[in-house]
């Protein structure tokens, strides 16, 4: 198996210091090589580094932590006028932070994916804090960093939920 | 970037030929090691390898036509049991599904993934097929066999996507 897939944990600890400019290009490189529906590519990115904008988004988003110690967060948002089925930018979106997450692991990088789509409250503090345009849907948050611990890797393999041929 | 992040595409012609079950059990174990909202891990997996299955699902699949040339097909589904926030379903299945797309190009084999969710029709017609229960949702059906074509890379990175800070 792919070793970033074998390995790759949610990190929520980091060192101080900021993330280099190429390492989160080439976060954003490897999310937009995801596959879309029709290729439509639906996803924007607001990239967060101001520490004044990070230390707001736990005072609408629970599980949010860590990000005022992150070295960088990613916003993933899907564009409704490049792709109209919701139910689909939710699945090219989640697809390019999937990529994105394996290409942490590549990096070197602690990274943990915050559910924000389809939580009003969480969404609405996004829409209101980025100040996104209503055409934009804010899908996922994630918090990036050096990492500060490195938990072991989990074995995810269950044959229960393996059918052959008929549920 | 990682390689099979990089270079992955869309394979919609096989050659003939069974998938070596070892190599069906590597794209299963990625799609398991996904992140998953409070790791619920909400997936399930119909592993579709008879022919005469296979032949039937472009009676309700548009874009499956070569489904039936395929050496198997796996249908990512989402537990409701496990997860019962459809949105989270919908996304935990899909960090399954783009592991298990790179896997397949680690594995040289050839996939495509096939929208399910939400269209009514095609969703109808897998819990036919495949006699889900009813806490049992159909997302995404992937189309997998030996590369027949090797479609070229293709770059989609796009700078008028990021934006710093800010919309």
Redesign the interface.
Known sequence: ??N???T?R?VRKYRDGQIPAEKLE?L???A????S?RNC?P????????RA?LNRIPEFHPYSKMVPNAGAAILVCGNTRLQS?T??I???C??A???L???AV?QNLGAV?L?V??REERMKGMIEL????DH?IP??LISIGVPAEVPKPED???TE???????
């Not at 937009?32 to 596959?35: E, G």
């Not at 939920?161 to 549920?167: E, M, N, S, T, V």
């Open positions: 198996m792919l970033e897939i074998k790759r949610s080439s954003l490189r490897a937009m090589q995801a596959p529906a590519q996803w924007e990115f607001v990239v967060i580094t101001q904008l089925e139910g689909y939710v699945q090219d989640s697809a932070v999937q990529n997450l394996l290409e590549r994916w559910g789509y389809p980025f100040d996104l345009p934009i899908v996922a995810r393999f269950r939920k393996i059918h052959f041929d008929c549920w």
